[in-house]
């Protein structure tokens, strides 16, 4: 199947095709759908592997990946030998917390007074791009204005008013 020496595999639809090994299993998929009148089948032990019927029981007996194979079962078959003690997880309601533990989803529904992030940014100095999604050239002109004028005056208001901390001979837009 593979040319020694070489990372080349033929192919085992038209033994003219010589594929690099790490393109081999595309090209399988290509070759089995333009060869539909070659009946193959597939190796359980290597998807790569494809046999002719008659081949199939005596390659299923001498394939290279079936150690491969057969040592992944019997670390499995280890693996399931292996005692296992079952814990018990106790299923806690919210009514059976006690006052010292959290329950956010109940203290969400007596608080509906949460953190708005929308909100929160409305009032600071930061500069905010929500109101720009998915929105027409003209909306997003006013957008820019209206968040202008929101920077300007929240700028205002921690200065106090703007004029008292001005320095004399600066121009100020």
């Given at each position: 199947?593979?040319?020694?020496?070489?990372?080349?595999?033929?192919?085992?639809?038209?033994?003219?095709?010589?594929?690099?090994?790490?393109?081999?299993?595309?090209?399988l998929m290509k070759c089995s759908k333009n060869y539909p009148n070659i009946k193959l089948m597939t190796c359980k032990f290597n998807t790569k592997h494809r046999i002719k019927a008659e081949d199939h029981e005596k390659h299923m007996m001498v394939c290279?990946?079936?150690?491969?194979?057969?040592?992944?079962?019997?670390?499995?078959?280890?693996?399931?030998?292996?005692?296992?003690?079952?814990?018990?997880?106790?299923?806690?309601?919210?009514?059976?917390l006690d006052d010292d533990e959290e329950d956010w989803g109940l203290e969400a529904q007596r608080n509906p007074n949460t953190y708005n992030p929308t909100e929160a940014a409305a009032n600071k100095n930061v500069i905010r791009t929500s109101?720009?999604?998915?929105?027409?050239?003209?909306?997003?002109?006013?957008f820019r204005k209206q968040e202008k004028e929101r920077l300007e005056r929240i700028e205002q208001e921690q200065n106090g008013g703007g004029s008292q901390n001005n320095i004399p001979g600066l121009n100020y837009k």
């Open positions: 199947m593979s040319d020694p020496g070489t990372d080349l595999v033929t192919c085992p639809y038209n033994i003219a095709h010589s594929i690099q090994r790490r393109r081999f299993d595309n090209h290279e990946d079936k150690a491969a194979h057969d040592a992944r079962i019997l670390q499995a078959r280890r693996m399931n030998s292996i005692p296992v003690t079952k814990v018990h997880i106790q299923d806690n309601k919210p009514q059976d109101g720009l999604k998915n929105a027409t050239p003209s909306e997003r002109k006013l």
